[in-house]
């Protein structure tokens, strides 16, 4: 399955807008963002566990990042709120559900194979910082290596948001919204743009808190070789 899949062009899906697709697991629905590959995919995804639902442990082979959105994600390693961001590097396994309920963006097979770093973050309890050079803009950093940039911003009411993007761009909107080419991106609304862009947005009258992945996309991403 091909969806959003030239990463060439500019790609957007307002993930509220789009229906629920049951998984191959019960009480498991998702919303597909980009994807390559089958049910063994390179995608990026909103997930939402109904109350008491969960997976069989599995291995992440290709890796598996994920922002808590709502209700409270929980594997052996913990209970992860909304606000959380967690990475499961490759190899990594897990058994993952929710008694409450929850709903998750995750992106799997994305990851430097070599990586065997574990993140485990409540941005709840971190705070942004003011970027510099970036006027009504402040940033709380989630990840970075020399393969990619991960990291939270949130957009002061009204800031307008001019960025370069060499090697591409990712934006998932967690709160607020913003307009970018006279499109507007709300909560589960998800842009990307390819190497070369500019992003550039206005945030809307109450802000936006976004999660961003940056420089990921220099070298053309392929389905898992699975």
Not at 6 to 26: C, L, N, T, Y
Not at 94 to 122: N, Y
Not at 202 to 213: E, F, H, L, R, S
Request: hydrophobic letters at 35%.
């Amino acid at each position: 399955m091909q969806l959003n899949a030239d990463f060439s062009k500019r790609a957007a899906v307002h993930g509220q807008q789009i229906e629920w697709v049951e998984s191959p697991m019960p009480g498991v629905d998702r919303r597909m963002l980009d994807r390559l590959g089958e049910e063994v995919a390179r995608a990026t995804t909103i997930v939402r566990y109904a109350p008491g639902s969960k997976f069989s442990s599995h291995v992440h082979t290709g890796g598996e990042e994920f922002m808590v959105l709502d209700g409270v994600f929980q594997d052996e390693h913990g209970d992860f709120p909304a606000g959380s961001y967690i990475r499961n590097p490759p190899e990594s396994s897990h058994t993952p559900g929710s008694e409450p309920g929850c709903v998750i963006m995750v992106k799997l097979w994305q990851f430097d194979m070599a990586d065997r770093t574990h993140v485990r973050i409540d941005t709840n309890k971190m705070r942004a910082l003011p970027a510099a050079d970036r006027p009504g803009v402040s940033v709380m950093p989630l990840f970075h290596d020399q393969h990619e940039d991960v990291r939270m911003e949130i957009w002061a009411p009204g800031a307008v948001i001019e960025l370069d993007v060499p090697h591409g761009i990712e934006v998932f909107v967690v709160d607020g919204s913003f307009v970018e080419n006279s499109e507007t991106f709300q909560p589960q609304s998800w842009l990307r743009l390819p190497c070369g862009d500019t992003l550039r947005a206005t945030a809307g009258k109450d802000g936006c808190k976004v999660w961003i992945k940056a420089d990921h996309l220099k070298k053309t991403p392929k389905p898992p070789a699975t």
